[in-house]
């Protein structure tokens, strides 16, 4: 068992906890929030919470998101670089002291430190071209692998220059779950799905730099 007794996360978001590996400085380990479980268990029907809270739980949703048609499709075929292009390389469940981790690649700058994520690198320093760039190559590479994620949103997304360039890394939010498993790997259906998601992100990457005060689901509506 991994011991985690002596750490503090080096980031969190609202489910999860994410700790640095105790022997791998290249891995992360996420915990997810008990206390999140429970609360988000308690605001479902009885008829949901009979189903069970592992729907609840991100870090098993993520495992059966890596385990979606497209990416076993790659890897079969020998493509894992191209998986492992713009997400970080994902190693199962692992038990520590705080209980069950996911554990994946950590993705850090060519300095060492831990990659910044999108929202973070727009805030200090806007759209840039160099940032373009990588955000086209990231949606190329979605419609190239046809990966499903959920909606894409920028504090989910890190940004790398490991490689001299800008690159993005989803972080958190890969899957489709309400997309049933046999359209997943119809290719009208994904390319529709995935069509509409790069039109929310775009849309969101517009609000992120001129929200204009609007919520973003004001300015979703209006625009
Ligand atoms: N593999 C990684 N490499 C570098 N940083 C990471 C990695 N995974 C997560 N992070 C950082 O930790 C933060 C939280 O991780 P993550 O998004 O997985 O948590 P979450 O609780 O599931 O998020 P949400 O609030 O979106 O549900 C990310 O926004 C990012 O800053
Ligand atoms: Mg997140």
């Known amino acids: 068992m991994l011991d985690l007794s002596n750490q503090l996360p080096f980031a969190q978001g609202y489910n999860r906890l994410c700790y640095e590996h105790p022997l791998d400085s290249a891995r992360c380990l996420k915990i997810v929030r008990p206390e999140n479980i429970a ?5 479902q029907s009885r008829l949901k919470q009979l189903l069970g809270t592992n729907r609840l739980n991100d870090n098993t949703q993520e495992i059966i998101a890596h385990n979606q048609h497209a990416i076993r ?15 970080p390389r994902f190693y199962g469940r ?11 690649e950590l ?16 805030q200090d320093h806007g759209l840039t071209p160099e940032l373009e760039k990588g955000i086209g190559e990231f949606l190329d590479w979605l419609k190239q692998t046809r990966i499903l ?7 989910n997304l890190v940004v790398t220059d490991r490689s001299g360039r800008s690159q993005l890394f989803l972080v958190d939010g890969l899957g489709a779950p ?15 799905y995935l069509d509409r998601k790069i ?20 300015f979703q509506r209006l625009r």
């Open 149 to 155: 994620t959920r909606n894409l949103l920028p504090h």
């Open 178 to 192: 309400t997309i049933p498993r046999a359209l997943a790997s119809v290719p009208g259906w994904s390319s529709h």
């Open 94 to 104: 692992v038990q520590t002291s705080l209980g069950e981790a996911n554990d994946s």
């Open 73 to 87: 499709e790659l890897l079969a075929t020998g493509l894992e670089n191209l998986v492992w292009a713009h997400l």
């Open 39 to 43: 609360a988000r268990a308690q605001r």
């Open 107 to 122: 993705i850090r700058r060519a300095d060492g430190s831990v990659a910044p994520t999108l929202e973070t690198v727009m």
């Open 199 to 218: 039109d929310r992100f775009r849309k969101r990457l517009a609000w992120e730099q001129h929200s204009e005060g609007l919520s973003w689901e004001d």
